[in-house]
């Protein structure tokens, strides 16, 4: 993860310098070296997903290109206020530290996550309804994929009801727990302890945000919905529908991997998208935006 920011711009080094001295973890040999199992804890994988992010932004900025707009995907708003310059990014850093540590230890035993394809989005809300609060729904991802959150107990029993209501497909998910659910309160208190303490500025750009699809940018108001944002669902279909809503024509994926450009597609056919996760497609991208 991030090897080539890290082993071709001093810049990107020097940051991860500062934020292992910042977060007292060895991000470095975790992006690099892993072990991947490691990595991928919670605890591990949201500071290092959020660090590839931040270097890429920094990169973005010093090349010129900034957003009108601004939105993220869980976690990723985290990587938004940054982008919104309300959020320090050591800052950040720090905060999902704490999100992560805190959803880590507070996941429980017995519960995770499904994403059910195919099915509409009140066709998954109707056979959650019926699960008397065992499973939710905790991402609207794009039309047709919606993940629901729960009990073991109750996602065992949700799945023969989903699948006669025309889903798909459902697949679980490799996550250590029932994130975005009320099953996460415990880690919602935890953070919020720590999330009090972090500085937070008024938005300098308008973010939508998961929690409700709408844009908010008083510091206090923010505090809120991050911290419900551990027991609620991600709103991605309806925060995308916003952006263009408010007037975005381009939408550009920032951090590892290409998982939203490829819902943007879904949720706007014909929507202008671009991916930055390395070096390389950030060349294309500038290239391709500033010609």
Excluded at 66 to 74: I, W
Excluded at 76 to 103: C, I, K, N, T, Y
Excluded at 135 to 156: D, T
Aim: aromatic residues 4%; proline residues 6%.
């Amino acid at each position: 993860m991030a090897r080539d920011l890290l082993e071709g711009d001093p810049g990107s080094a020097d940051f991860l310098v500062q934020a292992e001295g910042r977060l007292g973890m060895p991000l470095r040999r975790l992006m690099l070296d892993g072990p991947e199992t490691e990595l991928q804890a919670t605890s591990n994988a949201q500071p290092a997903i959020l660090f590839h992010s931040l270097a890429l932004l920094r990169l973005m900025a010093a090349r010129g290109l900034a957003p009108a707009l601004v939105a993220g995907h869980s976690m990723g708003e985290f990587a938004g206020l940054v982008a919104a310059e309300a959020l320090d990014p050591f800052d950040a850093l720090a905060a999902v530290q704490a999100r992560g540590r805190a959803m880590s230890d507070a996941a429980p035993a017995a519960s995770g996550m499904v994403a059910v394809l195919g099915l509409a989005d009140n066709a998954v809300e109707l056979a959650c309804a019926a699960s008397a609060g065992e499973v939710v729904v905790a991402n609207y991802n794009a039309p047709g994929q919606v993940v629901i959150s729960g009990s073991e107990a109750g996602l065992k029993a949700i799945g023969p009801r989903l699948g006669a209501a025309g889903a798909k497909r459902q697949v679980r998910l490799p996550v250590s727990g029932a994130f975005h659910s009320p099953l996460m309160a415990n880690a919602a208190q935890v953070f919020a302890a720590a999330w009090e303490k972090i500085p937070l500025r008024g938005l300098r750009r308008p973010q939508v945000f998961n929690a409700d699809a709408q844009v908010h940018q008083d510091p206090i108001e923010v505090r809120r919905l991050m911290v419900g944002q551990l027991t609620g669902p991600v709103r991605w279909t309806q925060s995308i529908q916003q952006l263009q809503q408010l007037g975005a024509d381009t939408y550009i994926e920032v951090g590892p991997r290409k998982t939203l450009t490829g819902l943007v597609k879904k949720i706007l056919p014909g929507a202008v998208v671009h991916n930055i996760e390395d070096l390389a497609s950030m060349n294309t991208t500038l290239k391709t935006i500033h010609g």
